[in-house]
T-cell receptor, first 114, second 111 residues
Framework: DADVTQTPRNRITKTGKRIMLECSQT?????MYWYRQDPGLGLRLIYY???????NKGEISDGYSVSRQAQAKFSLSLESAIPNQTALYFC?????????????FGPGTRLTVL | QKEVEQNSGPLSVPEGAIASLNCTYS??????FFWYRQYSGKSPELIMF????GDKEDGRFTAQLNKASQYVSLLIRDSQPSDSATYLC???????????FGAGTRLAVHP
C-alpha cells in the first residue's frame, strides 16, 4: 500500500467551484506539505503543517486554504477555483526526527479548472 | 535571481555514458541538499541527499557538494534509458524546515 495517498487523482471543475484535495499518510510523519507544479516553474510550496495545531503559509497561499484534521490527514481547498489554478498538486510528508528535512511525495492530483 | 537554479535541458547522453546534472543555490546558510527523480506525470522520488562537502556515492549515483561555490551536482554512471526523467534539485535553507526546489533538468538517455 502507498505510504502517501491523494484523492482525487484527477479532477476537472469549473471556474468558481469549491474543491477539496485530500492527502493521507501512513508513514507516521508529523510534517505535511502541499505543493503545486507548473511546467517550467518547478514545485512551489502552498502550505505546510508541522503538527495538527500548526499551519503555515508557503510562497503561493493566496486562493488556497488547508485543514489538518489529524496527524495523518491534510486537506487543501480552493474556495473559488480559477483557471490559473490548473496544475499538478502534490502532498508531501516529512519527519521532525529526520535529520536533513527530506520529504516524501504522494502520487499527485491533476486539477483542471475550466 | 532564483534561489535554486538548474539548466532545464534537455541533457542528452548515450546509453552507458556518464550524465552530469548541476544545481546552484543562493543561500549560503543552506544545510542539506536533495536530488529527486520525476518521471513524466509521476511524483518526485528521492534518490540522493548530501549535507557535507565532497562526494556521496550510492550505486550508479554520486552526489557532489561544494558549499564554497554553492553548487551541488549529480553524476549518473552507466546511464540507462530508464534514467530518462526530470531531475529536481532541492535545498534546505538554513533555519527553515522546508525545501526550495529548482525547476528541474530533463535528462534523455538514448540507446
Amino acid at each position: 500500500d502507498a505510504d502517501v495517498t491523494q484523492t482525487p487523482r484527477n479532477r476537472i471543475t469549473k471556474t468558481g467551484k469549491r474543491i477539496m484535495l485530500e492527502c493521507s499518510q501512513t508513514k507516521g510523519h508529523d510534517r505535511m506539505y502541499w505543493y503545486r507544479q507548473d511546467p517550467g516553474l518547478g514545485l512551489r510550496l502552498i502550505y505546510y503543517s508541522f503538527d495538527v495545531k500548526d499551519i503555515n503559509k508557503g510562497e503561493i497561499s493566496d486562493g488556497y486554504s488547508v485543514s489538518r484534521q489529524a496527524q495523518a490527514k491534510f486537506s487543501l481547498s480552493l474556495e473559488s477555483a480559477i483557471p490559473n489554478q490548473t496544475a499538478l498538486y502534490f502532498c508531501a510528508t516529512g519527519a521532525t526526527s529526520g535529520a536533513y528535512n527530506e520529504q516524501f511525495f504522494g502520487p499527485g492530483t491533476r486539477l483542471t479548472v475550466l | 535571481q532564483k534561489e535554486v537554479e538548474q539548466n532545464s535541458g534537455p541533457l542528452s547522453v548515450p546509453e552507458g555514458a556518464i550524465a552530469s546534472l548541476n544545481c546552484t543555490y543562493s543561500d549560503r546558510g543552506s544545510q542539506s541538499f536533495f536530488w529527486y527523480r520525476q518521471y513524466s506525470g509521476k511524483s518526485p522520488e528521492l534518490i540522493m541527499f548530501i549535507y557535507s562537502n565532497g562526494d556521496k556515492e550510492d550505486g550508479r549515483f554520486t552526489a557532489q557538494l561544494n558549499k564554497a561555490s554553492q553548487y551541488v551536482s549529480l553524476l549518473i554512471r552507466d546511464s540507462q534509458p530508464s534514467d530518462s526523467a526530470t531531475y529536481l534539485c532541492a535545498v534546505n535553507p538554513g533555519g527553515y524546515n522546508k525545501l526550495i526546489f529548482g525547476a528541474g533538468t530533463r535528462l534523455a538517455v538514448h540507446p
